[in-house]
């Protein structure tokens, strides 16, 4: 297929010409025929070629994106495929992933409470999916005890993906206003062709084990460092430790191979008015973490009626999500002395309130998330005349979530006191609508003028409710109660309910398919904030120019393609959690004589009206060009300067509460992206293509507003400082042990100094690392020869630093009930010793979590995925009723080569970096199409 540069292209064997092309129809067809050219700009029903696209927007199309990964969710498999997209995955199943388009959209917050969301817009045919976010308040802050929350992107099925368009400049974004500070990933699913059905059958089998699994001590060295520990906490200085040779690893007990199914079914096809898709698909992943298991069910449709100017396009797609998770204490491991069974064949307790035997634990406790959900969305248009269309859509996200966290009394999980067994039921409803009209119009002006306009407006609600029932001492307590069947119950509930109102507009205009212009404006009205800052109005502009349409550079054979982009533009974010504005109020029906119930504000969150929104201006510089038609670069630089960014600051306790949400800090966001796709060689029987992608990301904090620059008083190291990252680690800089006394020293403003000789303060703070990569990327490599395929994917990080949880290195008070990494074995053993890497085991030792003793280098590269399918000759077959046929091997998180390696017996970044172990999966599976 030839790039569309000259003023005339052949498509699949047509003359068209560019203008042509440049009309709705005429994009219609050429979507049926080169998807690669075509680019969906909103989920507005706008879309342009390629070479017209101002906006910066990077799309990912169904052959792209390798689905027979083994992953829950489409994120995960598209890391290292865009450049600017940080996606930093979670290795706990469905659990939420974190999605940064060009830097964090908002600041880190430093007091542990949920921040405003620093993730993209997710659009779904139309539909803005809601975010299943943890409120400002106890019970559901997302804490360790809170409900489990959920990745909307794991709720529906990943084969079903057309394409993803990822919005991130403002000249893309601007249409979405202030829902878009974060950019926007537009998802656009399969959808039914015209044509005699044709029915899609896939299943796939793989089976999985841990990874990069932490080294903890065994029996012998438990009781040798243990011993170590008694001996200097003992009046007499002697060990009291006797090992009777229990060795037992819980790391490996809890921890085996596990399996993966998926299989999908669906059928398409379509008459002269109608067409239809529809899909069955079911996956189930016991994981390598004995007991723990994802299961997906889910069904969805697509309905099209095209009768002569009206258009109507139905989608819903319905999500059973069931995740079982008891094996909850992979950061508790037991010491290698304790056994797992007593005399009497029963599993054995550990003696150690809140952590329990954590085989009895995941054997006799639960820990589930069930969730249904519902997308849908219905598409009407009409064209009123020629160029002229009116649409409107309307668009739901239902979800209901029971999630259940039962502690059982037959084991210390469950056991406090004279208190047995702790019940938690965590009832969470989503609902979220958004409807839209909107009027186009599109005209060519002679042969060299070409102009389309969009205006609309935009209604949308959003409405989550919480319920949190917990219980606790029950009368059965060997098998799950309800928290209101125990002696001490509580009940708590919070809605938080929010609207929008919005008007936009763009207006596109380009000359002789060589010098384009985009201009949009929108204005937002949100209830989330209070009635004097409920408006905010965001626009943008955006300009390019195509110098390969000009007459000196079209018969150029080095250089097929040549663009210069420019944008700015102002956008927002209304995402700003729980009551930001109104406050927090708590309503009690107990202690009061009155027949009524009363309510008196919390003081964690006082109102604010005068709260305003998150303001994002956006700059953006871009070069397209191709190289001997096969080679494509993009070239970006971009700064995104953040304004009014919601902090949390102290205010004074006269007004009766201890901190206020205000808008008190200013930020920047800048950085370089560049891209490459080669189109080597495309050939009947050979045919080779990569992708490459790397980007860089800076940050910086510019202004605060409020009393101080504040700092985390938390082990988190984060701070709120003028001049430093938003992403900068605080803490103090290790440089060894003192051979004299086994303590640790740090250079503290110039001066070294033991552990406990100085006070942890911001005063004595300094930057010690920073989370933020200095380089992102990844790679994608695809060749085919006859019928067979093979294809890899790469991604990368350079820079960005871990701090790793000291516990389990250096925090040998912990020994009484717990295991260490053998790390802790590299000890101080007295005056002289200058190999140690940790301090004299005793349990007064002044302990600094955050310091660069713990902080590791996160550079590495990952083979995330090799693919290897076969096209079965079915052609050889008469009469076959399978049209065409593939098996596939499939290996994902296949290898990992970090640049600071591990010391030779011990654990380093590779170990430390998921204290929930990421697994290896190898699949097989077979496709067909009949």
């Given at each position: 297929?030839?790039?569309?540069?000259?003023?005339?292209?052949?498509?699949?064997?047509l003359?068209?010409?560019?203008?042509?092309?440049?009309?709705?129809k005429?994009?219609?067809?050429?979507?049926?025929?080169?998807?690669?050219?075509?680019?969906?700009?909103?989920?507005?029903?706008?879309?342009?070629?390629?070479?017209?696209?101002?906006?910066?927007i990077?799309?990912?199309?169904?052959?792209?994106?390798?689905?027979?990964?083994?992953?829950?969710?489409?994120?995960?498999?598209?890391?290292?495929?865009?450049?600017?997209?940080?996606?930093?995955?979670?290795?706990?199943?469905?659990?939420?992933v974190?999605?940064?388009?060009?830097?964090?959209?908002?600041?880190?917050?430093?007091?542990?409470?949920?921040?405003?969301?620093?993730?993209?817009?997710?659009?779904?045919?139309?539909?803005?999916m809601?975010?299943?976010?943890?409120?400002?308040?106890?019970?559901?802050?997302?804490?360790?005890?809170?409900?489990?929350?959920?990745?909307?992107?794991?709720?529906?099925?990943?084969?079903?993906?057309?394409?993803?368009?990822?919005?991130?400049?403002?000249?893309?974004?601007?249409?979405?206003?202030?829902?878009?500070?974060?950019?926007?990933?537009?998802?656009?699913?399969?959808?039914?062709?015209?044509?005699k059905?044709?029915?899609?059958?896939?299943?796939?089998?793989?089976?999985?084990?841990?990874?990069?699994?932490?080294?903890?001590?065994?029996?012998?060295?438990?009781?040798?460092?243990?011993?170590?520990?008694?001996?200097n906490?003992?009046?007499?200085?002697?060990?009291?430790?006797?090992w009777?040779?229990?060795d037992?690893?819980?790391?490996?007990?809890?921890?085996?191979?596990?399996?993966?199914?998926?299989?999908?079914?669906?059928?398409?096809?379509g008459?002269?008015?109608?067409?239809?898709?529809?899909?069955?698909?079911?996956?189930?992943?016991?994981?390598?973490?004995?007991?723990?298991?994802?299961?997906?069910?889910?069904?969805d449709?697509?309905l099209?009626?095209n009768?002569?100017?009206?258009?109507?396009?139905?989608?819903?797609?319905?999500?059973?999500?069931?995740?079982?998770?008891?094996?909850?204490?992979f950061?508790?491991?037991?010491s290698?002395?304790?056994?797992?069974?007593?005399?009497?064949?029963?599993?054995?307790?550990?003696?150690?309130?809140?952590?329990?035997?954590?085989?009895?634990?995941?054997?006799?406790?639960?820990s589930?998330?069930?969730?249904?959900?519902?997308?849908?969305?219905?598409n009407?248009?009409?064209?009123?005349?020629?160029?002229?269309?009116?649409?409107s859509?309307?668009?739901v996200?239902?979800?209901?979530?029971?999630?259940?966290?039962?502690?059982?009394?037959?084991?210390?999980?469950?056991?406090?006191?004279?208190?047995?067994g702790?019940?938690?039921?965590?009832?969470?409803?989503?609902?979220?609508?958004?409807?839209?009209?909107?009027?186009?119009?599109?005209?060519?002006?002679?042969?060299?003028?070409?102009?389309?306009?969009?205006?609309?407006?935009?209604?949308?609600?959003?409405?989550?409710s919480?319920?949190?029932?917990?219980?606790?001492?029950?009368?059965?307590?060997?098998?799950?109660?309800?928290?209101?069947?125990?002696?001490?119950?509580?009940?708590?509930?919070?809605?938080?309910?929010?609207?929008?109102?919005?008007?936009?507009?763009?207006?596109?205009y380009?000359?002789?398919?060589?010098?384009?212009?985009?201009?949009?404006?929108?204005?937002?009205?949100?209830s989330?904030f209070g009635?004097?800052?409920?408006?905010?109005?965001?626009?943008?502009?955006?300009?390019?120019?195509?110098?390969?349409?000009?007459?000196?550079?079209?018969?150029?054979?080095?250089?097929?393609?040549?663009?210069?982009?420019?944008?700015?533009?102002?956008?927002?974010n209304?995402r700003?959690?729980?009551?930001?504005?109104a406050?927090?109020?708590?309503?009690?029906?107990?202690?009061?004589?009155?027949d009524?119930?009363?309510?008196?504000?919390?003081?964690?969150?006082?109102q604010?009206?005068?709260?305003?929104?998150?303001?994002n201006?956006?700059?953006n510089?871009?070069?397209?060009?191709?190289?001997?038609?096969?080679?494509?670069?993009?070239?970006?630089?971009f700064?995104?300067?953040?304004?009014?960014?919601?902090?949390?600051r102290?205010?004074?306790?006269?007004?009766?509460?201890?901190?206020?949400?205000?808008?008190?800090?200013?930020?920047?966001?800048?950085?370089?992206?560049i891209?490459?796709?080669?189109?080597?060689?495309?050939?009947?029987?050979?045919?080779?293509?990569?992708?490459?992608?790397?980007?860089?990301?800076?940050?910086?904090?510019?202004d605060?507003?409020?009393?101080q620059?504040?700092?985390?008083?938390?082990?988190?190291?984060?701070?709120?400082?003028?001049?430093?990252s938003?992403?900068?680690?605080?803490?103090?800089?290790?440089?060894?042990?003192?051979?004299?006394?086994?303590?640790?020293?740090?250079?503290?403003?110039?001066?070294?100094?033991?552990?406990?000789?100085?006070?942890?303060?911001?005063?004595?703070?300094?930057?010690?690392?920073?989370?933020q990569?200095?380089?992102?990327?990844?790679?994608?490599?695809?060749?085919?020869?006859?019928?067979?395929?093979?294809?890899?994917?790469?991604?990368?990080?350079?820079?960005?630093?871990?701090?790793?949880?000291?516990?389990?290195?250096?925090q040998?008070?912990?020994?009484?009930?717990?295991?260490?990494?053998?790390?802790?074995?590299?000890?101080?053993?007295?005056?002289?010793?200058t190999?140690?890497?940790?301090?004299?085991?005793?349990?007064?030792?002044?302990?600094?979590?955050?310091?660069?003793?713990f902080?590791?280098?996160?550079?590495?590269?990952?083979?995330?995925?090799?693919?290897?399918?076969?096209?079965?000759?079915?052609?050889?077959?008469?009469?076959?009723?399978?049209?065409?046929?593939?098996?596939?091997?499939?290996?994902?998180?296949?290898?990992?080569?970090?640049?600071?390696?591990?010391p030779?017996?011990?654990?380093?970044?590779?170990?430390?970096?998921?204290?929930?172990?990421?697994?290896?999966?190898?699949?097989?599976?077979?496709?067909?199409?009949?």
């Open positions: 297929m030839k790039r569309i540069i000259a003023s005339a292209v052949v498509v699949c064997g003359s068209v010409t560019k203008a042509q092309l440049s009309t709705s005429n994009i219609d067809t050429l979507k049926t025929k080169n998807i690669d050219e075509v680019i969906i700009t909103s989920s507005y029903g706008t879309q342009k070629l390629k070479e017209e696209v101002v906006g910066s990077v799309t990912i199309n169904s052959q792209d994106i390798i689905t027979s990964q083994p992953y829950e969710s489409i994120d995960k498999m598209i890391i290292g495929l865009t450049p600017g997209v940080q996606i930093v995955s979670n290795t706990e199943l469905g659990k939420p974190s999605i940064n388009i060009r830097g964090l959209g908002s600041m880190i917050p430093i007091n542990g409470l949920p921040g405003t969301s620093t993730q993209p817009l997710i659009v779904v045919d139309g539909v803005i809601r975010e299943d976010m943890p409120f400002n308040e106890a019970y559901f802050d997302g804490g360790s005890t809170a409900e489990i929350n959920l990745n909307p992107l794991a709720r529906f099925n990943s084969d079903n993906i057309e394409s993803i368009n990822i919005l991130k400049d403002a000249a893309a974004v601007a249409l979405y206003g202030a829902e878009s500070a974060n950019g926007v990933i537009l998802i656009t699913t399969k959808k039914g062709r015209k044509g059905p044709v029915y899609t059958f896939s299943t796939q089998y793989g089976v999985s084990e841990s990874i990069n699994k932490i080294k903890y001590l065994n029996g012998q060295q438990y009781a040798q460092l243990r011993n170590e520990y008694n001996k906490n003992s009046a007499n200085g002697n060990g009291s430790y006797i009777d040779g229990t037992v690893d819980w790391f490996e007990l809890m921890n085996g191979n596990g399996d993966f199914f998926r299989t999908n079914f669906t059928t398409s096809g008459g002269k008015y109608f067409t239809y898709r529809v899909g069955i698909d079911y996956s189930k992943n016991n994981e390598s973490k004995i007991l723990n298991s994802l299961e997906k069910k889910g069904i449709a697509t099209g009626f009768y002569r100017k009206l258009k109507v396009n139905l989608y819903a797609a319905y999500n059973n999500f069931l995740k079982q998770q008891p094996n909850t204490y950061n508790l491991i037991l290698p002395t304790s056994p797992v069974y007593d005399q009497d064949g029963n599993y054995a307790l550990s003696g150690s309130v809140g952590i329990p035997n954590p085989l009895a634990a995941a054997n006799q406790n639960i589930s998330v069930d969730n249904n959900s519902l997308l849908s969305s219905i009407v248009s009409y064209d009123l005349a020629k160029g002229l269309k009116v649409s859509l309307f668009g996200d239902i979800s209901k979530k029971d999630n259940i966290d039962w502690k059982s009394g037959l084991n210390q999980s469950g056991i406090t006191s004279n208190n047995y702790r019940s938690r039921l965590f009832i969470s409803d989503g609902f979220r609508w958004n409807w839209s009209g909107h009027l186009s119009y599109e005209k060519n002006f002679g042969n060299r003028h070409h102009s389309d306009i969009l205006i609309g407006s935009e209604l949308r609600q959003n409405k989550d919480k319920e949190a029932l917990v219980g606790s001492n029950f009368i059965d307590y060997a098998v799950y109660q309800n928290p209101q069947l125990g002696k001490n119950y509580t009940y708590k509930t919070l809605t938080q309910e929010s609207s929008g109102r919005s008007f936009f507009s763009q207006l596109n380009d000359y002789s398919k060589k010098y384009f212009l985009t201009a949009s404006l929108r204005r937002d009205e949100s989330t009635p004097d800052t409920n408006a905010s109005l965001n626009g943008a502009i955006g300009a390019s120019w195509v110098l390969s349409n000009e007459n000196f550079l079209q018969q150029n054979e080095l250089i097929s393609f040549l663009r210069l982009r420019a944008s700015w533009g102002m956008t927002g209304s700003i959690g729980s009551y930001r504005s406050g927090l109020y708590s309503v009690s029906q107990n202690g009061f004589i009155y009524y119930d009363y309510a008196y504000p919390q003081t964690s969150s006082p604010n009206r005068m709260l305003s929104w998150e303001k201006e956006k700059w510089l871009g070069l397209d060009f191709s190289l001997f038609k096969k080679i494509d670069f993009t070239v970006e630089v700064r995104n300067n953040l304004s009014d960014v919601i902090v949390s102290t205010v004074p306790l006269e007004s009766g509460y201890g901190s206020a949400e205000i808008n008190g800090a200013d930020m920047y966001n800048k950085g370089l992206e891209s490459m796709r080669g189109n080597w060689l495309s050939r009947k029987n050979f045919r080779w293509n990569t992708t490459f992608n790397i980007s860089s990301v800076q940050n910086k904090v510019t605060l507003f409020g009393l620059d504040e700092f985390s008083t938390a082990a988190n190291a984060r701070a709120q400082k003028i001049g430093a938003t992403s900068a680690i605080w803490g103090y800089h290790w440089i060894g042990i003192n051979s004299s006394n086994g303590q640790d020293q740090y250079l503290v403003n110039g001066e070294i100094k033991d552990a406990n000789q100085f006070t942890q303060d911001d005063t004595t703070y300094s930057i010690i690392g920073n989370s990569p200095d380089l992102t990327g990844g790679l994608s490599n695809s060749i085919s020869y006859r019928k067979f395929t093979f294809s890899f994917l790469i991604n990368f990080e350079i820079g960005g630093d871990v701090m790793v949880e000291d516990e389990i290195i250096d040998h008070r912990i020994l009484s009930n717990r295991n260490m990494s053998v790390n802790a074995l590299d000890y101080w053993t007295g005056a002289g010793d190999n140690a890497v940790n301090h004299i085991p005793k349990s007064n030792n002044r302990i600094i979590p955050n310091s660069t003793k902080i590791y280098d996160n550079t590495h590269v990952k083979l995330q995925n090799i693919n290897i399918s076969y096209q079965l000759p079915l052609q050889q077959i008469k009469n076959s009723f399978i049209k065409n046929a593939s098996i596939f091997v499939d290996c994902t998180n296949a290898l990992y080569w970090y640049k600071e390696k591990s030779a017996g011990r654990n380093g970044i590779r170990e430390f970096r998921y204290l929930y172990p990421e697994m290896r999966t190898a699949s097989f599976g077979f496709k067909a199409n009949f």
